[in-house]
């Protein structure tokens, strides 16, 4: 039996990899982005065409609040892990476990 657990727990988590490391691809994209735009507007802001004041400030708060979307994302996909263990869910936060 515990050969059996062993087994589809390596399966568990080979099958997580996987999808951890497509969330962590999109938000390191969302990250990238938001920091294009936030150096555009600091230091490239006369190639941005005709735009009023208000749209550049609004743009300068979207590509930040996209910027700290992305950082708080990251935090949280590096925190949490989902287990299943000996039929259990399992949910790891900052290595401890808490069974549901």
Do not use: C
């Amino acid at each position: 039996m515990k050969t059996h657990q062993f087994i589809f727990k390596q399966t568990l988590i080979k099958m997580n990899k996987p999808l951890k490391n497509m969330l962590r691809a999109s938000i390191e994209a969302q990250r990238q982005k938001a920091l294009a735009t936030l150096q555009l507007l600091m230091h490239h802001s006369v190639g941005i065409g005709d735009h009023s004041t208000e749209d550049y400030y609004r743009n300068a708060e979207e590509a930040l609040a996209a910027l700290t979307d992305a950082d708080d994302k990251l935090e949280t996909l590096n925190k949490y892990e989902f287990l299943v263990e000996s039929g259990e869910y399992v949910v790891v936060i900052n290595g401890e476990r808490h069974v549901n």
